[in-house]
């Protein structure tokens, strides 16, 4: 229908309190969008002529009679309309503005004469209870552009509003891992940040370096955020990543903080956190880094007591969240003690992006040790290890505190994410046993850590016309994807399409559809070959090559991986359900088959990725509106990002027979090593050829090689390994060996090899378990043999169990005892089997990878 060229907003008395109240901001932020399309909207208790928009909830009844049962939950949000009169309702305040910011995103991005086209009723309510956002500062060259500008911080703020997020986390002081004996520590603009802000009474403390005009522009940069944040119905985290570091050991600082003493840290630290939240009273929580890298060390609970006592003391609820790593629940009863509501937030799949379902498993090497690495890291390296990338022993029945998961961007900083499967399968994951949601570290971050910023190169692109107005706007769509989808997983698609249809024309759906193949690649890539957990180590976005057989890799991935450290060994993030070349590789030498996922399954779903972007792009070419930036920079990393998939399939495949080799030493496995190698290679030079004159050649995230460079800098130790391998070929460089017998059986397993199954046959369980009675579970199946049940508490510091399932009638069944169900832990479990000589796992991963591949059991 065509509107008239005038509305009215009906904001009832209720609602209109003044500028800041968060109603009233969304209402104006409707009447500007409809003003940039020649609509006149007027704002007022009571309808005039033309088209009426509604206001009601919150206890204001709407005067049209409600289609359907409306969701009487926080948050929660309705739209329907009756001809030119539209109801925008929610069953809050947050509600209404997330009904009325969508209003406003039909009318931007309206392509017909109806500007609210879209579906009516349309009525939505929040899976993940939190959905954060943090932006990190970690370079003054690059960050402080965006930090100062108001602007930027307008439209940012609007954009995490409209797309349903409901928390901002500005994140300060996570430049660095280790503050103390680190010769990298130059860059320490708010690594410290209280004297970067305040200048504190009975204190003398400051920055040498800092001006006070610029210490308290920064203050009051800080409180313009809180306001604008406040008045669009986000909450206000503020991270606090670091409470000292050696002040006095840090002879390449470019900042010298005075006056810290070990007396007077603690009261300086709690002081100002009351001062901080005194001054920006929109603050609704802080976040610590309890562990020791956050420069206090571990056991430490004094100074912990001090600082929550300084959050109690500002004389409101502000949440403790304490992150996961290291925290012990000496710490939690110490935050509790402070009398603040208190969050835990532990990482989602270590300092990466994984597929969306939280890994079965965590590394080997993050079980705790026998010895404590030392006494000021005894639990983040000692007796609490197993929460070092993971939920750990955290999600307990009687939990009193909430889960937030962090999702750090290790994986992927640069290209281009949007997949509103995978987007949809973290929004109902991040809610997981008793969870309460998820906050993820913007792309970007960590953009010129560890003194490595450049300035202007926040924007990553060197050719002219790819760099967006800020640098953010490049990721607007995954933001909508990310957002929309964690508060609704089964929200409709044109409330991303849309956006995608006004910006990209007839390529819309191409772009769509590419972009969410591109988006399975790295973080699959992640999940099956976790060299290191830390991000500072591996970025599988721009890989250092780890060598097949010896060579490259060992400096950026030694430390955190066991030996040998080569492709085929490296671990995977989820061991309970993949398996490793190396594992996979032995297994075929003993004539056993593997029940988990297998490199090859790996690399069978990277090919069918790589073909659906390459099919997209294929399609893309030949649309008229393929020329447009936004379809650029969308389809040239869907390209990038194809050509990845390629390379690391043929990566494990080619893995496969080098663990092979090097198990048994036969000469002749070289050949399929070299084959499969020289695809891979030959898929990075097309990603290099790609991006040369696209990205920066330096793109720089820390200072060391492996966190800098780009793709066509990996090129040269790719090739090299190439020319290695070639070189082993005869010649006298390898011994001649004869396969055995089992040699030749596992060359004729892994060249006749099945892909494992994922099969949702009937499970017969209940969906709750009460502790210290059996738990029985049954499938119905015609296997092989007796299918194996694999069970354990939702708690990674425990190992997986299995047992043999027993006969039943049309099918198998087994019990989980009466003594494990004991205790204070929810449990999953998984089921294997063989079925006409093929594995299969039950459920295992849907073709899109999208679902969680194990059963949970809450208990009662």
């Known amino acids: 229908m065509t509107l008239a060229a005038s509305a009215s907003i009906v904001l009832p008395a209720a609602f209109a309190t003044d500028s800041t109240d968060s109603v009233a901001w969304a209402a104006s932020e409707l009447q500007r969008a409809l003003a940039q399309r020649d609509v006149a909207a007027d704002i007022g208790p009571n309808a005039g002529q033309g088209l009426v928009i509604e206001i009601a909830g919150a206890g204001v009844e709407p005067t049209l009679g409600v289609p359907a049962a409306l969701p009487a939950v926080a948050e929660g949000m309705a739209l329907y309309r009756q001809g030119d009169h539209i109801i925008a309702w929610g069953h809050d305040a947050r509600g209404i503005v997330y009904a009325l910011t969508e209003l406003a995103d039909r009318v931007r991005n309206a392509l017909g004469d109806d500007l609210f086209a879209g579906t009516f009723p349309l009525i939505e309510q929040p899976t993940a209870r939190v959905r954060s956002m943090a932006r990190l500062f970690c370079a003054e060259e690059e960050d402080k552009v965006w930090f100062y500008d108001k602007q930027q911080w307008r439209d940012y703020l609007t954009m995490l509003a409209s797309n349903r997020f409901n928390r901002f986390a500005l994140t300060l002081g996570m430049g660095y891992n280790y503050p103390y004996h680190n010769p990298w520590i130059s860059d320490v603009y708010f690594y410290f940040p209280y004297p970067f802000l305040l200048q504190l009474p009975g204190y003398a403390i400051d920055v040498k370096e800092l001006s006070a005009e610029e210490r308290d522009a920064n203050l009051d940069m800080l409180k313009f955020i809180g306001r604008e944040a406040a008045k669009r119905g986000l909450e206000f985290q503020l991270a606090l990543w670091t409470q000292r570091y050696d002040f006095d050991d840090v002879p390449n600082a470019n900042y010298t903080v005075r006056g810290v003493t070990a007396d007077n840290l603690a009261p300086y630290c709690r002081d100002s956190i009351t001062k901080l939240l005194l001054e920006v009273p929109e603050i609704t929580g802080m976040t610590f880094r309890v562990h020791v890298e956050g420069g206090i060390a571990e056991g430490d609970y004094a100074f912990w007591e001090q600082a929550f006592a300084g959050v109690a003391a500002a004389g409101r609820p502000v949440e403790i969240d304490m992150h996961g790593k290291g925290l012990d629940h000496k710490m939690i009863a110490v935050a509790r003690a402070s009398g603040m509501p208190i969050a835990a937030s532990p990482k989602y799949l270590a300092e990466h992006m994984g597929p969306p379902y939280h890994q079965s498993a965590i590394r080997n090497k993050e079980y705790p040790p026998e010895v404590a690495r030392s006494e000021r890291e005894q639990l983040s390296e000692g007796s609490r290890k197993f929460l070092r990338y993971s939920y750990g022993d955290l999600l307990t029945k009687t939990k009193d505190y909430k889960v937030i998961y962090r999702i750090w961007a290790g994986t992927q900083r640069v290209l281009l994410w949007g997949d509103p499967v995978f987007a949809a399968g973290y929004g109902r994951s991040s809610m997981f046993a008793g969870s309460d949601g998820v906050e993820w570290c913007e792309p970007q971050s960590f953009k010129g850590r560890m003194g490595t910023g450049v300035p202007g190169q926040r924007f990553t692109y060197q050719k002219h016309g790819m ?256 020319l290695d391998i070639e070189a082993m070929r005869g010649g006298g460089k390898t011994e001649s060996v004869q396969p055995d017998a089992a040699t030749l059986n596992a060359i004729a397993a892994l060249k006749g090899r099945r892909k494992t199954l994922a099969d949702p046959i009937t499970v017969g369980s209940d969906k709750s378990f009460v502790g210290g009675k059996p738990f029985a579970v049954s499938v119905q199946t015609d296997a092989d043999a007796a299918p194996v049940l694999h069970y354990r508490h939702i708690n990674q510091a425990e190992r997986w169990k299995s047992v043999p399932m027993q006969p039943r009638e049309g099918g198998y069944g087994a019990e989980i005892p009466a003594a494990y169900t004991e205790g204070d832990f929810h449990m999953q479990y998984f089921i294997s089997l063989t079925r006409k000589g093929q594995s299969v796992l039950v459920p295992g991963l849907e073709r899109n990878l999208a679902n969680e591949p194990y059963y949970t059991a809450l208990q009662t």
């Open 467 to 722: 760099p967006t107005k800020q640098d953010w706007r490049k990721y607007d769509y995954q933001y909508r994807v990310w957002g929309r989808l964690l508060y609704n997983p089964d929200a409709p698609r044109e409330s991303w399409m849309r956006w995608l249809e006004r910006e990209c024309g007839d390529v819309a759906e191409l772009c769509e559809q590419g972009l969410s193949w591109a988006s399975r690649v790295l973080p699959l890539i992640t999940l099956a070959h976790g060299p290191s957990a830390s991000n500072n180590h591996y970025w599988p976005e721009v890989y250092t090559n780890l060598g097949f057989i010896d060579g490259s890799g060992k400096r950026a991935y030694g430390f955190d991986m066991e030996g040998p450290v080569r492709f085929g060994n490296a671990p995977t993030f989820d061991s309970a359900l993949f398996a490793s070349a190396r594992e996979y590789a032995e297994l075929l030498l003993a004539g056993e088959k593997s029940h988990r996922y297998t490199p090859l399954d790996v690399a069978d779903w990277l090919d069918d990725m790589a073909e659906g972007c390459e099919t997209a792009l294929t399609k893309a070419r030949r649309s008229a509106d393929f020329g447009r930036a936004e379809v650029q920079r969308i389809l040239t990393d869907v390209q990038i990002l194809g050509g990845i998939a390629r390379h690391f399939a043929e990566k494990f495949r080619a893995a496969c027979w080098a663990e092979l080799f090097v198990a048994t030493k036969v000469s002749s496995l070289i050949e399929p090593v070299l084959d499969h190698a020289r695809r891979s290679v030959l898929a990075w030079e097309g990603i290099a050829a790609v991006s040369r004159d696209l990205y920066h050649d330096d793109m720089t995230y820390g200072p060391q090689s492996w966190l800098r460079g780009s793709w066509h800098s990996r090129l040269p130790e790719m090739q090299a390994e190439l």
